[in-house]
């Protein structure tokens, strides 16, 4: 396959609702659809979810990361109405993935399931 061909090169702002069924698509085809999974993805830890209504990702903090009481916060959200990234959501924006480096994550395996 191309690079130009690739599905993550699509602008996901354009239409939230198409760039959701790119994850559905991949999700479907692992049979992940509907399961949440801790991940280890640029050597920090996530957790994914994706149904045919949305695709969540939220980091996990290590230990001394954040104050307690902060297990987790979602870096990256998608509807079929809006994507929402790190910088949307966060005032301290790190180097999160964005939605389209969410998406070729996936879809080239780019990740090690916990």
């Not at 640029?42 to 297990?71: N, T």
């Not at 109405?81 to 070729?104: H, K, M, Y």
Request: with cysteine; net charge negative.
């Amino acid at each position: 396959m191309k690079r130009g061909d690739m599905p993550f090169e699509d602008r996901p702002d354009k239409l939230p609702g198409e760039f959701l069924r790119k994850f559905i698509d991949v999700f479907g085809e692992k049979g992940w659809l509907n399961q949440s999974f801790r991940i280890i993805h640029r050597e920090r830890k996530y957790r994914i979810f994706c149904s045919e209504s949305q695709f969540i990702a939220h980091r996990i903090s290590d230990p001394g990361d954040m104050p307690w009481g902060f297990p987790c916060w979602v870096v990256c959200l998608i509807t079929p109405e809006q994507i929402i990234e790190e910088p949307d959501l966060n005032a301290f924006a790190g180097a999160e993935p964005t939605a389209r480096d969410w998406l070729r994550c996936l879809a080239e395996g780019d990740f090690k399931i916990l």
